[in-house]
C-alpha cells in the first residue's frame, strides 16, 4: 500500500463516530419500558416496607400495652399487699414509707416485708452509733452517759439484728420478734440513762426513731407467728 493511500486510511478512521457503550439501549421505547418496570418495582417495594412496619408498629405498640397492663396490675396487687401489712403495724404511715422506698418490696412474701424493716432498724443502729460518736467530741460532760448508749446500740448491731434476720430466715419468727422487742427496750434504756444522771438527752429523736420502727418490725413479724 503506498503512502498516500495509508495516509488517506488514517484519515477515515480518525473521522469513524465512537462506538456506543456496550450497555446503551439501541431501542429508545425498550429503555422507557425497562425504566418504567424499574420504577414499579421500587414502588410496590416502598409500599411494602411502610406495611411492614406498620403492623410491626402495631403489634409493637399491643404488646406493650398488655405488658404495661399486667405489671400495672402486678404493681397494684403489691402495693395492696404492703398497705394491708402495715395496717397491722402500730405506725402506718412509717410502715409504708419503709416499704415502698425498698424495690425488694414489690415481689416480697410477708417474711421478705419483715426483713426489710429489720434492714431499716439497722440503718437506725448506724445512724445513731455515729452520731454518739461525734457528741462524745463536741459534748465532752456528757461522755459517760453516752458510752452507755454506745454498748446498748453495739448490742442492737451485733446480737438483737443479726438474731432477728437468722429467726426469720430459718422460719422462727418468734425468736425474731424476740429481738425487735429487745431492741426497743434498748433504746428506752439509752434515752432513760440522760435522765438518771440529770442531762438532757441529745438522742432523743434518735432513739425514738429506733423505738418506732423496731415496733412495726416486731408487728410484722407476729403475723408470721
Do not use: W
Request: aromatic share 6%.
Amino acid at each position: 500500500m503506498s503512502s498516500s493511500n495509508r495516509d488517506l486510511l488514517r484519515i477515515l478512521v480518525s473521522l469513524r463516530e465512537p462506538d456506543e457503550p456496550k450497555n446503551a439501549c439501541h431501542i429508545h421505547i425498550s429503555c422507557d419500558a425497562t425504566a418504567s418496570k424499574n420504577k414499579s418495582l421500587n414502588r410496590q417495594s416502598f409500599f411494602f416496607l411502610q406495611f411492614i412496619k406498620m403492623n410491626l408498629s402495631r403489634v409493637t405498640i399491643l404488646f406493650l400495652a398488655i405488658l404495661f397492663q399486667e405489671t400495672l396490675f402486678l404493681a397494684m396487687g403489691d402495693r395492696e399487699f404492703i398497705e394491708n401489712t402495715c395496717k397491722g403495724t402500730p405506725s402506718y404511715n412509717l410502715c409504708l414509707s419503709i416499704l415502698l422506698a425498698n424495690p425488694k418490696s414489690q415481689d416480697a412474701n410477708l417474711t421478705g416485708l419483715a426483713l426489710i424493716v429489720v434492714d431499716a432498724v439497722k440503718n437506725e443502729g448506724v445512724k445513731t452509733l455515729q452520731q454518739i460518736h461525734a457528741l462524745k467530741k463536741s459534748l465532752p460532760e456528757l461522755t459517760a452517759t453516752l458510752m452507755q448508749c454506745g454498748d446498748v446500740y453495739n448490742t442492737i448491731m451485733h446480737v438483737n439484728v443479726p438474731l432477728t434476720i437468722n429467726a426469720l430466715n430459718l422460719g422462727n419468727p418468734k425468736f425474731g420478734e424476740d429481738g425487735m422487742a429487745d431492741t426497743t427496750i434498748e433504746s428506752q434504756t439509752c434515752e432513760r440513762s440522760f435522765k438518771e444522771h440529770g442531762q438532757t438527752s441529745p438522742l432523743t429523736n434518735m432513739n425514738k426513731d429506733m423505738e418506732d420502727v423496731a415496733n412495726v418490725a416486731r408487728a410484722i413479724i407476729r403475723m408470721l407467728l
